[in-house]
């Protein structure tokens, strides 16, 4: 492809953006994941979903299934738009004790689905039982099972809080930034027991609100609140925000005042968790998009595409405050090693290019050290610039940078210098200061990068800052250039992998 | 200008950049505003200076005086560095009581001032009074008057709180990410009184509070502490957070939970208020910068801008959240009318041409309607685009955008299209949702923007939405441009005027 232009206009030769290991629908639009469950065998992916066009309409759940986490294998629509509404958001839980009744006489797995059933005027909650391992859903009969009159109030989470003997059902009251919470002893009758917010970023609305237990690194739990919300984000549109506290059966104590945020880019949406996961492993999975332009990207026959599941936990960072931690899970059995070096130097006002294949996932991990003394120097104009810089890059002059200003400890992540897709909401350039718990000398950084067709991932800080972004060069990506600016630089380990592809879908 | 492309080596093919009626320092590098008091009769700006390079280093206090807040003389350095440190910020006031003492038999104004004198290893307060009204100041005897052996305590504010009968210091714990509060008698010994946060933004340094009260349009009168981090603002790097509470003279108390920043944007920093003004009017200005970038900008010989002076007020929005105001003062006597219009049509994919003076302040005034009913239809690939531009142009290509989605009320900054400072951490694209309350329909937008150099002001939705941003094409803008996409807007009124230059400063 080196130096050859692609007609944007030819669905086909946007292929290359197709991602390989990432989630995609096969065709249509595709948002929020929903309905996250491990059913003992496999896992649950349902999603948002318009099978027919790839923008958001007529939404139904969509549906896959893994053993992995990665290796999706699709199925049939689950639940349907009706006259009802179209099926939003929502959730997927096993009903083990057949607490609704609503299992009797069945062998299981007994799959409850409860979600939103979304009409103009009215937003209600619906419970779907299935008896076929998830692969269709039967309408309970008296539907809706939660109602409050209002047409913003969706995206029901439930999960069984065992020290209160009850379901705890975590929704949104969407335009009166609220997070309410009901109990329930068999799913179907449901009471309020209190309401969260508004905290955070004063926005337009709160959607997707999660509530899990974490373990931090002490091995304590501690309750763990998402809450996404659109528009609002400071870096525009679409963002998830969490809260570190208390849950006690019926309300929600955050620990302090502190507003975080999961991600420093700006398409990691609608964050959810898997539920009945074994050992009580915290797996999350977000949508890879922003409602400011998530219905106009340049793939005109698919659009969407989940993040890769991440296990979560929670560390304090170098000032006592409890953050979350967002591993990759799972990517081991996909891994081929293009390159492993360890302890080379590169030196300042270098530049070192290293050759990609021509398709297919790329994961990258390094580790860096500045040879820089603090403070900085001054130069005739400005202070001495102490930069690294990575970027993915083609002979069409395209790049996608990522880089570490040593002085200031901040990373940035760069789109703003790739062709592919052009929108006033687009934001090209993303940044963050990385805390220096594990490096106090300030001079080392490491980063996890996965590059998946128009997705890229970027961990920092042993998974304490991560950056979610999709990319759309006007054609692949080839080389990777390392360069260093001011300061030569110690490369600790540096590792290059494939990703094998997971999933049936068109690329290259 | 048109179609000459200067070098931008040569200084003198950067003056176009230079502003003539936002403030900046004749040479040299400037960050905070300081010591911001009206004396009687005329207004001070003190303002963190290097008059010797423009980059941060042996910071003093630069000077200017002005009757109306935007013509600025001039002054000798107020404060210098000295072998006790870097002069950093702090304010001035008067102390026209003589509580401090230190004005016996001197007939005014008695003009105190407190900051902070940095050494690598400490930093603390010192208070200082000028006998010649404010040109120059005299050490205390005994300083410091505050230490608490810290290298991270800095920037105090001071102001008289007459409930209590003191004046109270808010001064900024850098990183332990709160807010001191201090009291006194005689502006010499200082007794704690309570501390505030960590609250907001989870950032490495917290930095320049000022607390201020501020009325709401019903004329109550609200407490404002503002509180300005680096970096860690979800833009990148420097932001100026809020928080509307109560202070009974020893602690504040936050009226919510709610994260607030000034801007949406990223030029914005370190808000102050002027002391002592009349009618206990409240007036901001800030510094238009980011420590991310402002020691690398395009003209080597001068770096930093002033915000306009703003007259601040409280207003709640639609869902009944107060809301900082801001609106810049005092503009009407440098006004010169270009262009005013009403009610003229601005058809669907239809774009406007008006002429631009090559040199000189622009100020532009727009309030428009779109004639689209919602919601919008899809196309074949996507909903139908609802949007209005307007473009400052040149005919180099660059285009400085400010648009408005009428589907989902959100406005955008987008300087991602000049060409005259590419820096990783200088974000291009900005967007923040429109407040609807005064238009419950949904396709009103109001716009006041200033153009003057690189200086940009965005104010929207009544002065509800502020965005402050630093802009560097590499030629002059010569031409605005008005267009609209999927929907007919009607523009009810447009009024363009220069601004007339306020400041002898080098310029075209």
């Known amino acids: 492809m080196t130096g050859k232009k692609p007609d944007l206009r030819s669905p086909d030769s946007l292929d290359f953006l197709r991602p390989g290991i990432h989630f995609t629908p096969v065709a249509g639009f595709m948002n929020d994941p929903n309905g ?3 059913d003992g065998t496999q896992y649950h992916l349902y999603y948002q979903h318009n099978p027919k ?3 958001s309409a007529e939404i139904c759940w969509g549906h896959a299934t893994s053993h992995d986490l990665l290796s999706w294998k699709d199925q049939p629509i689950a639940l349907h738009n009706t006259p009802e509404g179209q099926a939003f958001s929502g959730c997927a839980l096993l009903d083990t004790e057949n607490t609704s009744g609503l299992f009797d006489g069945f062998d299981g797995p007994n799959i409850v689905a409860l979600y939103t059933r979304s009409l103009p005027t009215r937003q209600s909650q619906y419970l779907a039982v299935s008896h076929d391992d998830g692969q269709s859903f039967t309408s309970y009969e008296s539907n809706p099972v939660l109602d409050i009159g209002s047409p913003d109030f969706r995206d029901p989470q439930v999960l069984w809080h065992e020290p209160s003997a009850q ?3 975590v929704i949104a009251e969407v335009d009166r930034h609220r997070i309410g919470f009901y109990g329930s002893t068999n799913l179907i009758d449901w009471t309020v027991l209190s309401h969260f917010g508004p905290a955070g970023l004063p926005t337009v609305n709160y959607e997707c609100p999660n509530l899990i237990e974490i373990r931090d690194e002490g091995g304590k739990r501690r309750w763990v609140l998402f809450v996404s919300i659109n528009p609002g984000s400071p870096m525009g549109g679409s963002v998830t925000q969490y809260f570190i506290g208390n849950f006690d059966g019926r309300a929600f104590t955050p620990c302090d005042g502190i507003l975080r945020l999961t991600d420093f880019a700006k398409d990691a949406y609608a964050l959810q968790v898997w539920s009945n996961m074994p050992d009580d492993e915290a797996v999350s ?17 698919w659009r969407g595409v989940m993040t890769l599941p991440r296990t979560m936990s929670i560390r304090q960072d170098t000032h006592g405050y409890p953050r979350l931690v967002q591993v990759p899970r799972g990517l081991e059995p996909f891994r081929q090693s293009l390159l492993s070096e360890s302890a080379f130097s590169l030196n300042e006002a270098s530049r070192r290019e290293i050759g990609l294949p021509e398709s297919g996932a790329i994961e990258l991990v390094i580790r860096l050290t500045a040879a820089m003394p603090r403070p900085v120097e001054h130069g005739p104009v400005g202070p001495t610039i102490n930069r690294f810089e990575l970027a993915f890059a083609n002979a069409g002059g395209e790049r996608l940078s990522v880089g570490y200003d040593v002085p200031s400890s901040q990373i940035w992540l760069d789109r703003s210098k790739l062709r592919g897709f052009d929108h006033a909401f687009f934001t090209g350039r993303f940044s963050a200061p990385v805390d220096t718990t594990l490096y106090p000398d300030r001079r080392t950084l490491d980063l996890h990068l996965i590059l998946d067709g128009c997705a890229f991932e970027l961990y920092a800080n042993q998974y304490l800052e991560t950056a979610t972004a999709l990319v759309y060069p006007e054609q692949p990506f080839d080389r990777l250039y390392l ?3 001011g300061t030569d630089f110690l490369i600790e380990a ?9 999933m049936e879908r068109a690329t290259l």
Do not use: H, R
């Open 494 to 502: 540096l590792e290059i992998n494939t990703l094998d592809k997971t």
């Open 285 to 301: 999975i977000a949508w890879m998009g922003n409602w400011q332009y998530c219905q106009e990207l340049p793939t005109p026959d």
């Open 167 to 169: 379901w705890v059902m």
């Open 53 to 55: 066009a790839a923008y």
């Open 483 to 485: 360069s260093a600016e």
């Open 36 to 38: 996250l469950v491990f």
